[in-house]
């Protein structure tokens, strides 16, 4: 296994599930990220990454720009500077919510479990 910017074993993707490997600083740029939201019928996000200020920002900007809903998960992203973090979540969700909406990871994950049919949230689907 590569480590750096390689996959998690935890997290790596289920046999045929796209991976998009960007080379620039947002998740649109030079990829076919939006072909494959596309054709999937995709219109809202959950942006997650560092830096919040760079790579989450810009990947929320082009999302924004190309229609998409996003919501950044503010305990899933984070700087090393913990002040831009905090600048960059308020610049996405100023204006009531400019280029997207700013959450957190337990109300995100409460509100998929809310909306789950009962089956697949027993674990019996």
Not at 14 to 27: L, N, R, T
Not at 37 to 47: F, K, P, S, T, Y
Request: one cysteine or more; charged letters at 20%.
């Amino acid at each position: 296994m590569r480590w750096g910017h390689d996959i998690i074993p935890r997290l790596c993707p289920a046999a045929g599930e796209p991976v998009v490997d960007k080379p620039g600083k947002g998740a649109f740029y030079a990829t076919d990220l939006h072909s494959i939201l596309q054709n999937r019928g995709i219109e809202a996000l959950i942006v997650c990454g560092v830096t919040t200020e760079v790579c989450v920002h810009t990947t929320v900007r082009e999302a924004n720009d190309r229609g998409y809903k996003c919501i950044v998960p503010s305990d899933c992203c984070a700087s090393y500077f913990p002040e831009f973090h905090e600048v960059a979540l308020r610049m996405i969700k100023a204006q009531g919510g400019i280029f997207g909406w700013v959450s957190d990871s337990g109300k995100i994950a409460a509100a998929f479990s809310a909306a789950a049919p009962a089956s697949v949230a027993a674990g019996s689907a």
